[in-house]
């Protein structure tokens, strides 16, 4: 069982949580079972086994922070939500980029290592090289936090002072089906019983990638809709590759395409462009849903121009992240099954996205 943290949706929107959607490489932690969709929100939190041992004093102390690559929209925003909450504790912090390659991040967290820092947080590069990793930071004794890609909890419980903070991408799918779901047709804009769509997926091999895949058309069919899948394309997390698949494929099929599910924001924000340049109308003639909630795509959110999105709450996962690294050097050590911390996605629609804004 895993344990669950739910942050309170009155902070998300006070602090103006706007945050684009970085893209996992590697699919090793365990998707759930497709019979049995997650619910909107998360499950009971689980008890902490070593909850009475107290917290370490904040500040003072230095911080290594690994990032798998410094140009990723939502990763951008985690980041420096991280380095501002840490430094406003006191702590010394050093943020690295890793440039999209695992050997030279697994360079980067062996110099922190050399240098003594006293905690870790990382976003890995590929979440196949977990084994790797873990097994570097437990040999050093470094207390860690991995952020955004999450690995297998097998893979966790090798080392107790270690916990994954992130998001379930299976809920985030979900929601995207609902945005769907919700509008005037529930996506069969042409009346004929049959929703059909494009996927502009993010990278394959990500876990994110393939349960926000999954569950968004999950959605649609659970609810009892037949559905079509036009395409599907690899747009790895990019802007312009999500405006060059959805040119292509508004080329290609023309008005049978009626919705464009996109894994993120930045390859939604491309994909608008293409609609536009076609001459296809948001939310009249063809539905465009993403995740994320950047700042780009809730601007297009409240003028009509993408259905909907969903937060991937970066701050609500920095603010964890701290959290979990503080209990960890006060001591805390976690057992098997008890090493995930979950914040919850939330719907953005037209209805609500003033909340969201700046």
Known sequence: MKKTLALALAVVMSLGLLAGCGGNNGNSSNP???????????????????????????????????????????????????????????YKVTVVDGNNDQAK??????????????????????????????????????????????????????????????????????????????????????????????MIQGDPENIDAQLRTEYSVKALTDAGKEVKQLNLTRGDWDRN????????????????????????????????????????????????????????????VKNGNMTGTVLNDAMGQATAAVEEMEKLLGGTTYASGEQSVYVDYVKVTPENVGDFMK
Do not use: W
């Open 32 to 90: 759930p079972a497709a019979s049995n969709p997650p619910a909107a929100s998360n499950p009971p939190a689980a008890s902490n086994p070593a909850a009475s041992i107290p917290d370490a004093p904040a500040g003072g102390g230095t911080v290594g922070v690994c990032i798998y690559k410094f140009d990723d929209a939502f990763m951008t925003t985690y980041r420096n939500s991280l380095q501002e909450i840490l430094e406003s504790k006191g």
């Open 241 to 300: 590759r999500g405006q060059e698949i959805a040119a292509n494929d508004l080329a290609q099929f023309g008005d049978q395409i009626e919705v464009i599910f996109c894994n993120n924001d930045d390859m939604a924000i491309g994909a608008l462009q293409a609609i536009q340049t076609a001459g296809r109308k948001v939310n009249e003639d063809i539905y465009l849903v993403g995740v994320d909630a950047l700042d780009a795509a809730l601007t297009e």
């Open 105 to 198: 991040q697994n360079e980067q967290i062996n110099t922190f290592i050399t240098q003594k820092v006293d905690a870790l947080i990382i976003n890995p590069v590929m979440t196949s090289a977990a084994d790797q990793i873990i097994d570097t930071v437990k040999n050093a004794g470094i207390p860690t936090v991995l952020i955004n890609r999450e690995p297998t909890a097998e893979q966790m419980s090798a080392y107790d002072k270690l916990v994954y903070v992130g998001c379930n991408a299976a809920q985030s799918g979900t929601f995207q089906g609902e945005l769907i779901l919700e509008t005037e047709n529930q996506g069969d804009i042409n009346g004929d019983g049959v929703i059909s769509y494009i």
